[in-house]
């Protein structure tokens, strides 16, 4: 017998979601121009897979004239790219744990969807203040190289009126400071004004007001991280104060066709 050598071909190809192959051979050292096709008792000159992975093939068999050595071959699958991006979502504080989870895949192959991919952490972000909460994605896969973009829960502060309290008084000669309190509007869960910071600032033109008229009572000065705090001015009014005159007297005066009468002796206010 001569010598000949049987190398199985091989091949690298990327996970497609599908049965792949590799089949075929090559072979040296026939003699007289023989080919292949000689060989009629070859095996396993094939490999096949579907998943990421290396698979060999199994080369085997005799021939009459011929000592056969044999190289296998193989088929190499190597993993498709894939994008996975966490959902976001924007919510309004309201006092509450909020949440949001899930993620979007991009890159699947043979209508695969996000149910393949099992290995997947960290697809959630969850917060009650206002703020920025990351999602923070991990994880791996058999048949995917795997690209992350994380997502964020984004909590935006609630609005909150703080209308200041309408006062009255009547003129006492004095200046009129502060206020008469405040009413809010628009706490969540229960909240209520001991949650804010700062203090609370009266202003406007009721600040050193003094005569009877109508004066506007402003105010600022809460703060809250949770609350988008809008103040609605109050009004002061500075009614005027009765005031009587008695006692109220006339000189007596005789006709005299010509002098127009005066009073005196008005009397006491």
Not at 146 to 171: H, M, P, Q, V
Request: net charge negative.
């Amino acid at each position: 017998k001569a010598d000949a050598t049987i190398t199985a071909n091989s091949d690298s190809k990327v996970y497609n979601g599908l049965i792949q192959n590799v089949s075929g051979f090559t072979v040296t050292g026939l003699v007289n121009n023989e080919d292949k096709s000689v060989l009629t008792g070859i095996t396993g000159d094939n490999a096949s897979g579907k998943d990421v992975g290396v698979y060999n093939t199994a080369l085997a068999g005799t021939d009459t004239n011929y000592n056969l050595t044999f190289n296998q071959g193989s088929l190499e699958i190597t993993k498709a790219d894939a994008t996975i991006t966490a959902n976001s979502d924007s919510k309004v504080y309201n006092g509450l744990i909020q949440n949001v989870s899930g993620f979007t895949v991009t890159g699947l192959v043979n209508n695969e969807d996000k149910s393949v991919l099992t290995g997947i952490t960290g697809d959630n972000a969850s917060g009650k203040d206002v703020g920025v909460y990351n999602t923070a994605l991990a994880g791996t896969d058999t048949n995917y190289n795997l690209t992350f973009e994380d997502g964020k829960l984004t909590i935006t502060k609630a609005d909150l009126t703080a209308t200041l309290n309408d006062n009255s008084k009547t003129y006492d000669g004095t200046s009129y400071s502060g206020g008469n309190g405040i009413t809010f509007n628009g706490f969540v869960n229960g909240e209520t004004a001991s949650l804010l910071g700062g203090n609370l600032v009266y202003s406007g033109t009721s600040q050193g007001a003094k005569d009877a008229g109508n004066y506007i009572i402003s105010g600022s000065g809460l703060t809250s991280n949770n609350y988008n705090i809008s103040f609605v001015d109050g009004k002061l009014t500075i009614n005027k104060k009765d005031l009587t005159i008695s006692n109220i007297t006339a000189n007596n005066k005789t006709y005299d066709g010509t002098t127009t009468a005066t009073l005196s002796n008005i009397g006491t206010l």
